[in-house]
């Protein structure tokens, strides 16, 4: 019988939608990573793996033997796993999912031969990160996953790729998001009028990013399907009724940042000197606790990296938060 911890951490959110968290709750995953079992019956695309803890796997047995439908005795519980991003908490669990698949097959005593996982990921080999991000993901033994045609653990993902949802016509589309990493992906759900939007947008507080001026782009680029999807199913936080109003209101978040930042340094420095990151931080955030102005001078430095590379400000020198900034165009 299910206890009550197991029960909280399985939810169906639509015919084809189950949502099984990671249990690796924290301030900075919220209730913890949300991995997702995509299909209306047997085999399932999992999306994600989680942080790796132990108690992910039995949870996630218990969701695909009591939750999910096992209707094709031929066909594995899952036969496709597709991973949003190269950060651990949405990979780490990739090794023991993959146990976890092969001792269910064994246990059914099926005649038919088992059908390792196809493993997806969106490709970053001409990416700056591309070395750290491709080997975060250890590649696991052979034979528990099914490789390319050229022999590789991970099949490329591609902006616009239609991927199979099991028992339903409408397949999902893969919207490449960079910009949180250099590798994030959304999937369309249609049939859910549901959009899966992993660590670009949350379903609680605001998302980290890597590189500004490419996540504003990204967050644009999901604006413009609104017109295809009404929720966002989140990698971490609750599921967002009010999908594209949240996206907006992200992207104007980042612009109203902005033009507090040109505001501060369009106006003369009470020190006589141009603009330093720290005294733009330390203007903006005046009436925030000095704790908060560190991780806020990582945000601010950001902002200003994107308006030099649009040519609206300039770099005069310095290093770290002492760089100092002249204001070229306005917003």
């Given at each position: 019988m299910e206890t009550l911890e197991v029960l909280a951490s399985i939810t169906r959110l639509s015919d084809r939608v189950v949502r099984v968290l990671g249990q690796n709750p924290s301030k900075f995953t919220l209730q913890g990573t949300n991995t997702y079992l995509i299909g209306e019956r047997n085999p399932y695309t999992l999306i994600d793996t989680g942080e790796g803890k132990d108690a992910y796997i039995p949870i996630l047995e218990s969701a695909l033997r009591d939750t999910c439908k096992l209707t094709n005795q031929d066909e594995p519980h899952i036969s496709d796993i597709v991973i949003s991003h190269w950060h651990r908490d949405h990979t780490g669990g990739l090794s023991s999912v993959l146990s976890l698949l092969r001792r269910m097959w064994d246990e059914r005593n099926?005649?038919?031969?088992?059908?390792?996982?196809?493993?997806?990921?969106?490709?970053?080999?001409?990416?700056?990160?591309?070395?750290?991000?491709?080997?975060?993901?250890?590649?696991?033994?052979?034979?528990t996953y099914s490789p390319t045609a050229d022999g590789a653990f991970l099949?490329?993902?591609?902006?616009?790729?239609?991927?199979?949802?099991?028992?339903?016509?409408?397949?999902?589309?893969?919207?490449?998001?960079?910009?949180?990493?250099?590798?994030?992906?959304?999937?369309?759900?249609?049939?859910?009028?549901?959009?899966?939007?992993?660590?670009?947008?949350?379903?609680?507080?605001?998302?980290?990013?890597?590189?500004?001026?490419?996540?504003?782009?990204?967050?644009?680029?999901?604006?413009?399907?609104?017109?295809?999807?009404?929720?966002?199913?989140?990698?971490?936080?609750?599921?967002?009724?009010?999908?594209?109003?949240l996206i907006g209101t992200y992207i104007a978040h980042r612009l109203e940042r902005e033009a507090q930042i040109v505001s501060v340094i369009e106006r003369p420095n009470p020190g006589g000197q141009p603009w330093s990151t720290w005294g733009i931080v330390s203007t903006i955030y005046a009436a925030y606790p000095q704790n908060l102005w560190e991780p806020a001078a990582r945000s601010v430095d950001q902002h200003l990296g994107k308006l030099q590379a649009e040519g609206k400000v300039k770099r005069l020198g310095g290093e770290g938060k002492d760089v100092k900034w002249e204001l070229l165009a306005k917003l």
């Open positions: 099926t005649p038919a031969p088992f059908k390792p996982p196809r493993i997806h990921k969106f490709p970053i080999a001409h990416a700056p990160s591309s070395t750290a991000a491709n080997t975060a993901i250890v590649p696991p033994p052979p034979g099949h490329d993902l591609a902006d616009g790729q239609l991927l199979p949802i099991t028992g339903s016509r409408s397949p999902m589309q893969v919207i490449h998001a960079p910009g949180h990493t250099a590798d994030s992906i959304s999937l369309h759900i249609p049939d859910d009028s549901a959009l899966y939007t992993a660590d670009t947008v949350l379903g609680q507080g605001t998302a980290v990013f890597g590189d500004l001026g490419t996540y504003i782009s990204s967050l644009r680029k999901l604006l413009a399907f609104q017109s295809d999807y009404t929720v966002l199913y989140p990698g971490h936080g609750p599921v967002v009724a009010e999908g594209a109003k």
